[in-house]
Each structure stands twice: as structure tokens, then as C-alpha cells.
């Protein structure tokens, strides 16, 4: 992938404690001040990016989704979403948005929101500013994670489970006496 | 891993400490910094004090941008979960310094019958004084017998019901109108901590500025009670500081000889470790080991308690204690409570330092344990230095490195009545310093360290703002230690000072920054500041005085805070305490405050703006007394 793509934020669901770290993060991020103590007196309030919802058993953050073929750009009429073949990112632009809402209906996912005050409607932006999103950084047991360690985290594991089973499954002598590895 | 220079001097700004940093990451050890940066970023609930975790249907939080849950499962809101937390703080704190205190009263009531030999009472004068507040006659009476009575009635402070602890006769009679009128008048020590436990208790107080209040009462409970108790009978049985000379840094662990370094808060164990270093048989033990002596030095506050009043030098403050073992110096470290790494046992193990813990109530990992008490300390003292020496033998050369700056001198010892001695005989000459303009007025800078804050430089930097202007500071604990080894308490400081304060450090031979002792100790300047309002009739909200916690951490410092301001003592806090979330709390504590109680709290991390806070106010004080 070349350097210029920004990689996604992936969720390992398994991981999330639900602390809401990084929805308090993602405030602070997007807040005038970029204090937490400030923050919280602002007005209009800043508004996160990213949901900690209780799914089933487990909590589980979600934030949106940079799809390629999104469903959002494809309904906004006035070109205000837009994919961004340079970052890799759907990105937002208030100045040509109308407020009609449709990317809040068609999003799949359900992150993209009204906004409040100057802001027809608020999506994650990716924390342009910095290197790691703001709740990439917050996630304190790293449920989220950029899209290279989530691929790097998963292959590993899958590795291991292939391996681990190969080894529980029998010996290297089992595998020659029934003609698998060794005995052309 | 080594650290960059730039990594090392955003840690602390001393020499000794950005040295053993270095030689600690050459070691690898792995410090409270190294813990704290991966800490990061902390839960901003628990930093706001929204999370609440005092019963079994959360852990709750409040959402402090108001779209998630504003109340917790049973229903309490923002202001009630700060005020709770708040509220537990101030007891833990409390509790800390007035079980250290009940320690040193036992010891006192055994020592009266004889029970713990070794120890004496140093100062019957003492003995007899506070004896008197507590209504007992000394006439006729041995000190043994005294020190009976008074161990009596001071456990009585602690649990019965009073309508007051004994020691508010101390307190100016208009503070003392201002607790009765809004009922925050300590009744016992032990009672109001008690009490804030059960009112944080899910279903019973649940009026956030009802909380508040009894969280002053609380601290005052420690501040007018259990640390004030501490104090006088540390005094009783190990003496009055007096102005003593002394050395500060890791320079003072001597590489020829044993060194002992004393860590923790109660005097109990290291009084008797310093009879034992005296000891003629085991100096001649330590020189056949090739040791040309037996260094003691301290750390942290039982540091402080022996410096004060033996003049021990000071290996360094809270954040310089891993470090210490950094130099492969330290044959015996002894701890006792509060304060003490639980990391510093398992640092040990990577040099030949025996790691000791001496309380009953409080062990640490990779330490050996060995229990002091009033009727055995002194043979288990000298037991625990004959370990020491001969352990001196088991250094490891390769992991050794002497600090290579020279120890910074200073002058401590400055208890009330080594002042008031000082200024020959009576507060009067400081009274008049401070009506002439030559003092401006006095701060206590107290408190710990915090890695959140450049180690040493909260302190050092608002210190040094506030002498310029001609303000006396007087500091205990870690701050204390700071302004040492930034050279602020030798008498040739005063050149710092503005001309008003140079001149009457010149005239009485004195630093500037006065070491008042231990953080125990932060009731010696209470008492100072109320033996001021007392001679001037007046309160001690009324008098040009601060106080500043620039690098605090410890939820002792939370109650000295509380106690602080309840006396009417305005007081800026330097790292935030965890109530922002709850705006009406910040507004009552910050402002409204100062309408009840003359005065009230501030925060400023940053300590240029701190200091002119703090002259702001004090030159406020001074127009209103028409100075």
C-alpha cells in the first residue's frame, strides 16, 4: 500500500472493555480547546466520531468505515463526500454540504450524524492532524488498532491455531508413516 | 533501552537525577517514568472523577459531554460521584497521617510504662506543655507517668465522641466561630473519616456540597487532630528540631562506607537505626569489612524526620528513591509506610541492596520482612545494621557509580520553636518584618513529586519566583528536599531573595526557604500561621499567607490541602485533582468557598503563573490590613 493511503482503524472486538476511552478521546481530539477539562464546558459540545455500543454480550466501538464504494458518497448530491484517492479517506466538506441528510440515512453503519451548530453532519475524519487517531491512541487494551497491526495481529493468530493444531494433531512420525510430509 | 538527553532533562531538572536516570536505563530498570509513559493517555473519567466504583451495580460513569448516562445505576449524578470521590480521597489521606500518629502515641503510652527500652522522652518540656492543653496537671508527676496519661488521652481523641479534638484551642477563636456556624467543627480523628466512609456509602449523603463539608471537616479532623498528635509526640520522644547542617543528593551515599538509606514517614524505625549506627561494635565491624564508617541518609519524609532533628543527609525526594539504588551504593534500604514504590523491592534484586520492611501493615514484593515494635526495636536495630554491614562486602563493582556532583549543602531543622527562637523569643519581629514591607508575606510550598510534572521543577521555579518578591517560604516533604538540592536553604540564598527578605535573612543568619519538616509536619506552619493570628487577635484568613502543592500526587496531600483552606489558607494546587467534571464543584471550591471560609483553592500547573497568583494574593491580604 503506498505510504500516501491512510490505513484504516480496525476493531478487535474480543479486546473492548467498554470503557469509552476512546469516545472521550475523540471529543477532546475535536474539541477548540484540545483539553479535557476545557472541553467539557464547551458549547457547542464537541461531538465524538466514534460509538461505544453494547452489541449482544460483548461492547463493541464502531466508527465509520472509509468505504471505497461508499454509500454515502453516492447518495450526497452535491459532491460534499467525497473518497479521497489520495488519503484513502471519505472526506467531509461543510462548505459544499446542503444538510439533506441522506449520507446519515444510507450509511450502513450508522456513523455518520447530524451535526450541531456549524456542521451539517459529523463523520470520523481520521485525526488528520496527528499520526494515530486520537482513539487509536486512547484504546488502553488496543482493541483498536491500524489497519496493518490488525492484519499483522490476525495472520499470527491464524498461524498459531494452524500450527497449535498441527502439533495436538500428532507427531512428525505420524504424519511420515501415513505418507504426508517426507515419503514421496 | 538508553534515553535521549531530551527525554532525560523533560524528566527532572536535577543533576544527580538526569545522571541516574541514565545509568538506571543502562541497567535496566524500568522507572516510575518509564511506568507512567505507558500509562498513557489515563482514563478521562477517572481524571475528571466521574467513574465511581463504590458499589457492586456499576462501575459507573457520567458522560461529561452530556450524551451518554448523566446519572450512575442508583442514580447519582456528576456532582455527586466528584463529591464522593472527593470525598474518599480526603479520608485515605487522613486516615494515612493520623495512623501515623496513633503509632507514635502507642509508642508513647509504652515508653511511659517502661515497655521500649531505647527509646526516652527528649523533650519533657514538650511533654509537659501539650500535657497541660489536654487539662493534665504535671505537678508532682515523673515524665513516665505523663507520657502515660497524655498516650491516654490522646487515644481518646481518636475514636470517643467529643464535641471538639482537644487541639482546637490552638485554633483563633473567629476560624474556630466559622466550623461552628457551618458544622464542620472534628470531633474525633477517627469518627470523621469513619463517617466520610459511610456517607459515601451508596443511599446516604447524597447532597454534593454536604459532602464537601464534611470532607473539611474530615481534613481538619487530620490537620488540627492526627497529624498535629504525630508531630507533638515525634517531638516528645526524639526531641524539638533545631537548626541543624546537613548535605542533600545522591552524592551523600559514600562509596567507603556502609550506607544505610532510611525510606518511608515514621521516626519509630529510624531512630533506632541511628542509635545503632552509633553503636562503637558495629563501627568496628564495618571497618573490618574495610568500611570507614556507617552513612545513613533518608529519602522522602522519614528522611525529613531525621534530618530535622539528627541531621542526616538526604539522599533524595519521591521520585529520586528507584534511582538511589541506581548507584549500587545502597547496602540496606528500610522502609516502613506511605510513599514507597512497590517497584523498589524487585530494583533491589539487580544489585546486592537488602530491601527491608519494617511495619507490620505494610509489606512490599522481593522485600525482606522485619517487624519493628516499641518493646524489640532496639535489637532488631542493631541486628538489621549488622546485616548491613556485612552486606557491604557483596557489592558489585561493574554496577557501581558514585554520583559525580558534590552534595549541596543546607540548613534545616526550623520547627516552630527554633524559629520563634530565632527571632529572639516571640513572632514579634517577624509580625513587624511583615507590617514593614520587608516580608511580604509567607507560603508553605509543600508537597510530593509527580511524573506528570518536570521532577523538582513545580517547586523550584514557583520558590524562587516568590522569594524574589520578598515572600518567606517555608516548605515541607518532598518539596523541601526539592529546594535543597536546588541550593535554596543555605543562608548564602538570600542573595536571591527580593532586598526586604535578603535583609532579615541577613540579620537572623537564616535561608530564605525554611525546612519545617516532614509532610506530617505541613501542621507545624498551621500552628505557626494560627500563632500569628492569635498575636495579632485576628484570623488566620486575614493574615498575607499561600499555600502550594505544585507537584502533589498522594491523597495525603489531598487532606492537607482541605485542612489548609478550612484554616483559612488560600492554596494553589498544581497537579488537577480529579473534580472537573462536575462544574459545580470546581466554581464552589475555586470561588464560592472563599464567602465561608476567607479562602479557597486554586489550580495552576503552570508555576510562573502559580507565583503570581500567589503575590496577587498576597498583596490583596496586605491592602486589606492597610499595609
Not at chain 1, 60 to 78: G, K, N, Q, S
Not at chain 2, 36 to 55: A, D, M, T
Not at chain 2, 302 to 310: A, W
Request: overall charge neutral; aromatic content about 4%.
Amino acid at each position: 500500500m503506498p505510504e500516501s493511503i491512510r490505513e484504516r482503524v480496525m476493531v478487535r472486538f474480543e479486546r473492548c472493555v467498554g470503557c469509552h476511552s476512546c469516545e472521550l478521546a475523540c471529543r477532546v481530539a475535536h474539541s477548540r480547546s484540545g483539553s479535557l477539562a476545557v472541553a467539557i464546558l464547551e458549547e457547542p459540545k464537541p461531538k465524538r466520531r466514534i460509538f461505544v455500543e453494547q452489541a449482544a454480550e460483548s461492547p463493541a466501538p464502531f466508527l465509520c468505515r472509509h468505504c471505497e464504494d461508499a454509500p454515502c458518497v453516492r447518495c450526497c448530491p452535491t459532491g460534499a463526500l467525497r473518497f479521497d484517492e489520495a488519503s484513502g479517506l471519505v472526506v467531509y466538506g461543510v462548505d459544499r454540504c446542503i444538510g439533506c441528510h441522506a449520507c446519515v440515512m444510507a450509511c450502513p453503519f450508522g456513523v455518520i450524524q447530524p451535526g450541531a451548530g456549524d456542521l451539517f453532519v459529523v463523520k470520523c475524519d481520521r485525526c488528520p492532524d496527528r499520526d494515530l487517531p486520537a482513539c487509536v491512541e486512547a484504546c488502553p487494551t488496543k482493541a483498536l488498532v491500524l489497519e496493518r497491526d490488525f492484519l499483522l495481529d490476525r495472520r499470527r493468530r491464524t498461524v498459531r491455531r494452524f500450527v497449535e493444531a498441527a502439533r495436538t494433531a500428532g507427531t512428525e512420525a505420524d504424519f511420515v508413516a501415513t505418507g504426508s510430509i517426507g515419503n514421496p | 533501552m538508553l534515553l535521549k538527553k531530551a527525554e532525560i532533562q523533560a524528566r527532572t531538572i536535577t543533576e544527580d537525577g538526569q545522571i541516574f536516570l541514565q545509568k538506571a536505563a543502562q541497567d535496566g530498570l524500568e522507572t516510575v517514568w518509564d511506568r507512567y509513559e505507558v500509562q498513557k493517555p489515563q482514563c478521562g473519567f477517572c481524571e475528571l472523577g466521574l467513574s465511581c466504583r463504590n458499589c457492586s451495580m456499576g462501575p459507573c460513569r457520567i458522560d461529561p459531554f452530556g450524551e451518554g448516562p448523566q446519572r450512575g445505576i442508583c442514580g447519582a449524578d456528576a456532582d455527586i460521584i466528584v463529591a464522593r470521590n472527593l470525598g474518599r480521597m480526603i479520608a485515605a489521606g487522613s486516615a494515612s497521617h493520623s495512623d501515623h500518629g496513633r503509632d507514635l502515641v502507642e509508642v508513647l503510652r509504652k515508653v511511659g510504662e517502661g515497655y521500649a527500652p531505647g527509646y526516652t522522652i527528649r523533650s519533657v518540656e514538650k511533654l509537659q506543655k501539650v500535657a497541660a492543653e489536654f487539662g493534665i496537671a504535671s505537678d508532682g508527676k515523673t515524665p513516665s507517668a505523663l507520657a502515660v496519661e497524655l498516650a491516654y488521652a490522646m487515644e481518646e481523641e481518636f475514636g470517643t465522641r467529643k464535641k471538639a479534638l482537644t487541639f482546637l484551642a490552638r485554633v483563633p477563636e473567629k476560624r474556630r466561630a466559622i466550623w461552628n456556624k457551618l458544622g464542620i467543627t472534628p470531633r474525633g480523628i477517627d469518627r470523621e473519616t469513619s463517617e466520610m466512609m459511610h456517607r459515601t456509602h451508596m443511599g446516604v449523603d447524597n447532597d454534593w456540597q454536604s459532602l464537601l463539608l464534611h470532607g473539611l471537616r474530615n481534613a481538619l479532623s487530620d490537620g488540627w487532630g492526627g497529624s498535629l498528635i504525630a508531630t507533638e509526640i515525634s517531638d516528645i520522644l526524639f526531641g524539638i528540631p533545631q537548626p541543624v547542617t546537613s548535605e542533600v543528593n545522591l552524592g551523600v551515599l559514600k562509596e567507603d562506607q556502609v550506607n544505610i538509606v532510611l525510606h518511608g514517614h515514621n521516626p519509630i524505625v529510624s531512630e533506632m537505626i541511628y542509635e545503632a549506627a552509633q553503636d562503637s561494635e558495629l563501627l568496628a565491624l564495618a571497618s573490618q569489612k574495610g568500611a570507614k564508617g556507617i552513612n545513613l541518609a533518608g529519602l522522602c519524609c522519614t528522611g525529613n524526620e531525621l534530618l530535622m532533628r539528627r541531621g542526616i543527609p538526604m539522599a533524595g525526594n519521591h521520585l529520586m528513591t528507584e534511582l538511589a539504588l541506581s548507584t549500587g551504593l545502597v547496602d540496606m534500604m528500610l522502609v516502613d509506610y506511605q510513599c514507597i514504590m512497590p517497584s523498589l523491592g524487585e530494583i533491589a534484586t539487580c544489585y546486592h541492596t537488602l530491601m527491608i520492611s519494617t511495619s507490620d501493615k505494610a509489606k512490599y514484593p522481593h522485600m525482606a520482612h522485619h517487624e519493628f515494635h516499641p518493646e524489640t526495636a532496639q535489637a532488631k536495630a542493631r541486628e538489621l545494621v549488622r546485616l548491613a554491614v556485612e552486606n557491604y562486602a557483596r557489592r558489585i563493582p561493574a554496577k557501581i557509580q558514585p554520583a559525580p556532583n558534590a552534595p549541596t549543602r543546607m540548613l534545616a531543622g526550623f520547627s516552630v520553636e527554633a524559629i520563634v527562637a530565632a527571632l529572639g523569643g516571640s513572632v514579634t519581629p517577624l509580625i513587624e518584618a511583615i507590617k514593614s514591607g520587608d516580608i511580604q508575606g509567607a507560603v508553605g510550598v509543600v508537597g510530593c513529586n509527580n511524573p506528570k510534572i518536570q521532577h523538582d521543577s513545580g517547586h523550584v521555579t514557583l520558590t524562587r519566583r516568590l522569594i524574589q518578591n520578598d515572600i518567606l517560604v517555608v516548605d515541607t516533604g518532598c518539596a523541601a528536599v526539592a529546594h535543597a538540592k536546588a541550593g535554596l536553604k543555605v543562608p548564602e540564598a538570600a542573595t536571591q531573595a527580593g532586598p526586604g527578605l535578603q535583609r532579615v535573612c541577613k540579620a537572623l543568619g537564616i535561608p530564605p526557604v525554611l525546612h519545617m519538616g516532614s509532610c506530617v509536619d505541613n501542621v507545624r506552619i498551621l500552628n505557626l500561621a494560627a500563632t500569628l493570628a492569635n498575636t495579632l487577635g485576628t484570623d488566620i484568613s486575614d493574615l498575607p499567607l499561600a499555600a502550594a502543592a505544585p507537584e502533589w500526587y498522594s491523597e495525603k496531600a489531598v487532606s492537607i490541602a482541605c485542612y489548609a483552606v478550612a484554616s483559612g489558607v488560600f492554596t494553589v494546587l498544581g497537579t488537577p485533582p480529579p473534580i472537573f467534571g462536575s462544574p459545580k464543584i470546581v466554581k464552589l471550591l475555586t470561588e464560592d468557598i472563599e464567602g465561608l471560609l476567607g479562602a479557597s483553592f486554586a489550580v495552576e500547573p503552570d508555576p510562573e503563573k502559580a507565583a503570581e497568583r500567589i503575590v496577587n494574593h498576597i498583596r490583596q491580604k496586605r491592602k486589606a490590613l492597610g499595609l
